[in-house]
């Protein structure tokens, strides 16, 4: 295999704040790219400050082993996940990005899409992509909902007036409200707040409580009247387990679980465990967005709209019809450019 990368940093369409004030302006990612003969695959990672891993560091590792990245026989995309694995242990998002080209790269070779090579059939029931709005003020919610007609909104909250929030962007639409506290919420705001957001049509709610409350998720979980879904809280396939009981359900992230190869044992896990599944996104590309898209068989719930909230698209392959999620029918991650 010979491999290539770079370094992107795309604008977002507006400033995009989530709890605890985290505001940001563009979507810094690492690309990757593995190539056999006639065939490339791509992956991403997206950098996130809140997991203390930045690009340099990414490309750093890369440089280091890079020939050891390319000695491997592609045979199997799985075994060359726990390769990589091994060769970066403290790099899950640097694994994941890797991983995703070796799926796409595989998956051309096969000339098959991914979700064919998993065995799993797409269809018209598939879930729709919810449409994230992030935290600003009150008017700038709302003229960013009414921007975007959609059938499913993720709010992001933890702010001094959630609920006027809600309240304002419920007078707008009559769509499906999911909320996201990012960890920002105490367990009393969070017991006060959710009965009053279920009353105001919200599906569910995302991570209520700082990551390791689990003392709190206790309490909210036996008195909620809506399913908790597991984010910080759930990052690898050893966290899947200690959700029972806390969580109705795990947002699944690729970057941060580090790749596919994972997440596909993730979810046989969570569905064995009768947790409800949802996969969320980091911001990522077309490309890191396709690779979540692949998933949708296997999926309750679904948050892959980067490249709606990003200004600018750096492939094709994946396009969205108010919520619908429709991807190329190209083999692998059925990206081009």
């Known amino acids: 295999m010979v491999l290539q990368f770079t370094q992107t940093n795309l604008p977002f369409v507006d400033a995009f704040t989530i709890s605890n004030g985290r505001t940001k302006t563009h979507q810094t990612a690492l690309l990757v790219a593995l190539s056999i003969g006639p065939f490339i695959g791509y992956g991403e990672a997206p950098a996130i400050a809140y997991y ?174 809506l399913p908790l879904i597991a984010d910080e809280s759930c990052v690898s396939e050893q966290d899947v387990a200690k959700c029972v009981g806390f969580f109705h359900g795990i947002n699944i992230k690729l970057t941060k679980c580090s790749g596919i190869t994972p997440a596909r044992r993730m979810i046989q896990e969570a569905r064995s465990l009768n947790l409800k599944v949802m996969m969320g996104s980091m911001n990522e590309s077309v490309i890191g967005s396709a690779a979540i898209g692949h998933f949708l068989p296997q999926l309750d719930y679904v948050d892959m709209d980067g490249p709606l909230l990003l200004a600018e698209a750096n492939a094709k392959g994946v396009e969205y019809e108010k919520g619908k999620v429709i991807l190329s029918d190209k083999p692998g991650l059925g990206i081009f450019f």
């Open 52 to 225: 203390n891993i930045s690009v340099d560091q990414m490309v750093d590792d890369l440089t280091k082993k890079q020939k050891l990245v390319e000695k491997f026989a592609l045979t199997d995309p799985e075994r060359y996940w726990h390769y990589l694995h091994h060769l970066f242990p403290q790099n899950p998002f640097l694994v994941a990005a890797l991983d995703m080209a070796g799926w796409d790269l595989y998956g051309q070779m096969k000339a098959k899409p991914l979700y064919q090579l998993w065995n799993t059939q797409w269809s018209a029931n598939l879930p729709q992509c919810d449409y994230t709005i992030g935290i600003d003020s009150i008017e700038k919610m709302v003229e960013k909902m009414k921007a975007n007609t959609w059938p499913i909104y993720k709010i992001k909250l933890g702010t001094p007036d959630d609920i006027g929030i809600i309240q304002a962007l419920r007078k707008h639409t009559d769509a499906t409200f999911r909320v996201d506290a990012n960890a920002g919420w105490t367990t009393e705001q969070a017991l006060k707040l959710i009965p009053e957001l279920a009353q105001l049509g919200v599906e569910l709610i995302e991570q209520p409580l700082a990551k390791d409350n689990w003392e709190g998720m206790k309490i909210l979980f036996n008195q909620s009247v």
